[in-house]
């Protein structure tokens, strides 16, 4: 009976994280004009018809250049701050952590509010410009947190043996550090990565004409348009997002670094 508890807990838990995937794909998949579920039919020309529309590819290079760009950015910062805050005892580092926190606590309404006002508008940023600092802040928490993570689970005296050998602090931490930490690395950026490419609240915020993310150009599209070409693009957005972890496990063994 306990078995059977169990397996039912699992199941209705599956249900639950795998359902609306299901659910968008069929919806993509429809042979009718209108997004709907069960479908009409089943047919592949709406997730043809993604790739037909200007607006989504457009939206699509973009998401992917904030996202990649950002997150390389996030992590250029991250890695110091989080290698400073570990092995240092730096005066009010706590407050530092918070700081570095702070685009996770704030709601990211408020964040791109903030930011279309006493940014792009008083000091005349381009809205692409404003679209990348937003996504490399929110970004940046994630790649602290990881990379401190990691460097936690790192012995500081693999560091130390290597300075006594006589690699300076860089050689030290190039050669030894950054090699055992490149699967907190590699969880980080895909996750800031995600993170970014999905973002909703900031970027409604700082779309400007023409300069819209993909989650963005989605919203307005079902806005004048309810046919299942959104939910073929969400599910291929899905896949892609799975083949990002899959290809990372099978070229870069992540499972074996977190």
């Known amino acids: 009976m306990k078995n059977l508890t169990s397996w039912a807990i699992i199941g209705l838990t599956l249900i639950f994280l795998i359902g609306p995937f299901i659910i968008i794909i069929f919806a993509g998949a429809s042979a009718g004009e209108s997004l709907a579920f069960p479908p009409d039919g089943l047919s592949l020309r709406w997730y043809l018809k993604v790739f037909t529309i200007e607006s989504f590819r457009q939206s699509f290079v973009l998401s992917m250049g904030l996202a990649i760009f950002g997150t390389l950015a996030a992590l250029l910062l991250g890695i110091p701050a989080a290698y400073a805050l570990n092995r240092y005892e730096l005066p009010g580092a706590e407050t530092i952590r918070t700081v ?141 997002s799975l083949a990002i972890v899959f290809i990372a496990e099978r070229l870069l063994g992540f499972s074996r670094y977190v």
Do not use: W
């Not at 964040?111 to 940014?119: N, S």
């Open 100 to 240: 570095v926190a702070s685009p996770i606590i704030v709601p990211g309404i408020i964040v791109g509010l903030a930011l279309l006002r006493y940014m792009v508008i008083p000091l005349d940023v381009t809205v692409t410009v404003a679209l990348f600092m937003a996504h490399t802040a929110l970004v940046l928490p994630y790649a602290v947190r990881v990379v401190s993570s990691s460097l936690n689970n790192l012995r500081s005296d693999m560091e130390e043996a290597a300075v006594l050998l006589g690699c300076t602090r860089l050689q030290a931490f190039t050669k030894v550090v950054l090699p055992n930490i490149r699967g907190g690395v590699l969880a980080a950026f895909i996750l800031g990565f995600v993170t970014s490419f999905n973002q909703v609240p900031v970027s409604l915020f700082l779309s400007g004409p023409g300069v819209r993310t993909l989650p963005i150009d989605m919203l307005a599209y079902m806005e004048i348009t309810y046919d299942p070409s959104v939910a073929a693009l969400s599910a291929l957005l899905a896949f892609m």
